[in-house]
Structure formats: structure tokens, C-alpha cells
């Protein structure tokens, strides 16, 4: 029983703060860290010997190698970034765009063949078969058995 219990108050209110922040520090210096790399891979503009060469640099002496690169290229990393988030902004839009512009419910194919039918552009037959294709999911109604401007009769 020659060992000696820590209490709590045993460690000041000080060593505390002190100890949060040095904890703070080592999370915001891995936060750093990780960006710089993903900045590494995400730049272009740099060759793949160049990207070796930063990575080695920050890994091995990441003290040195962060600190130089942020005076180095530090930059145009939120210009990158920015450029990135835009892109991904873009791609988002445009998938959105074509999706609400995009495809047509089975209703809508089907009316559309009933019309067709009833101008008399397609047969019963190749109707029956093509209701069946857009009630299985199979894709959008084309007239099947028909070559393009003949009327099917």
C-alpha cells in the first residue's frame, strides 16, 4: 500500500485548462495535417514525383514539411478547395436538373401508347406488347415489330 492515490483534487482546476488545451492543439495539428494531404492528392497542377516528394516531406519531418507547405502553397489550398466544392456544386445541380426533367412515369408511356394506338400507328398487338414492357419496368414504350415512319397496319 506504498503507492499514491490520486484524487481528484489532487489536479488543479489550471492543469485542467492546461491539459484541454494541448489537447485541442494535437486535434487541430491532425486536422491540419490530414488537409495537406488530401490538398496534395487533390492539386493537379503538381506532378506525381512532386506529390511523392511533399508527402515523404510531410510525413517524415511533419513539422517542417506542414509549416513549409502552408508557406509554400498554403495559398492556393482554399482555392482549390473552393474549385473542388464548386464542381461537386455543378454536378449536384445538373444531376438534379435531369432528374426532374428526366424520366416519365409508366402513366405517361402508357397514355402516350394509347394514343399512338388509337391514331392507328400501331397495332393491337405490338400495344400489348409494349404495355406489358413499361408495366414490367422494362423501359420506356417503343413501338416493337415497326420500322420508324411506317404506320404499323
Known amino acids: 500500500m506504498s503507492a499514491q492515490t490520486y484524487l481528484a483534487y489532487d489536479y488543479?482546476?489550471?492543469?485542467?485548462?492546461?491539459?484541454?488545451?494541448?489537447?485541442?492543439?494535437?486535434?487541430?495539428?491532425?486536422?491540419l495535417l490530414f488537409r495537406i494531404v488530401v490538398d496534395i492528392f487533390r492539386d493537379?497542377?503538381?506532378?506525381?514525383?512532386?506529390?511523392?516528394g511533399w508527402l515523404v516531406f510531410t510525413i517524415v519531418l511533419p513539422f517542417?514539411?506542414?509549416f513549409v507547405y502552408v508557406i509554400a502553397r498554403g495559398k492556393n489550398m482554399?482555392?482549390?478547395e473552393v474549385a473542388q466544392?464548386?464542381?461537386?456544386?455543378?454536378?449536384?445541380?445538373?444531376?438534379?436538373r435531369q432528374t426532374a426533367a428526366g424520366g416519365t412515369s409508366s402513366v405517361d408511356e402508357l397514355a402516350k401508347l394509347s394514343e399512338i394506338r388509337s391514331r392507328g400507328d400501331i397495332t393491337d398487338e405490338?400495344?400489348?406488347?409494349?404495355?406489358?414492357?413499361?408495366?414490367?419496368?422494362?423501359?420506356?414504350?417503343?413501338?416493337?415489330?415497326?420500322?420508324?415512319?411506317?404506320?404499323?397496319?
Open 12 to 31: 488543479p482546476l489550471l492543469s485542467v485548462f492546461w491539459s484541454m488545451l494541448w489537447f485541442f492543439l494535437w486535434i487541430m495539428w491532425f486536422i
Open 44 to 52: 493537379d497542377q503538381l506532378s506525381g514525383w512532386a506529390k511523392a
Open 64 to 66: 517542417l514539411g506542414v
Open 78 to 80: 482554399g482555392r482549390r
Open 85 to 96: 466544392a464548386r464542381a461537386q456544386q455543378e454536378e449536384f445541380n445538373a444531376y438534379i
Open 126 to 153: 405490338e400495344f400489348r406488347r409494349a404495355k406489358d414492357l413499361v408495366l414490367a419496368g422494362q423501359g420506356p414504350a417503343q413501338p416493337t415489330g415497326s420500322a420508324p415512319g411506317t404506320t404499323g397496319r
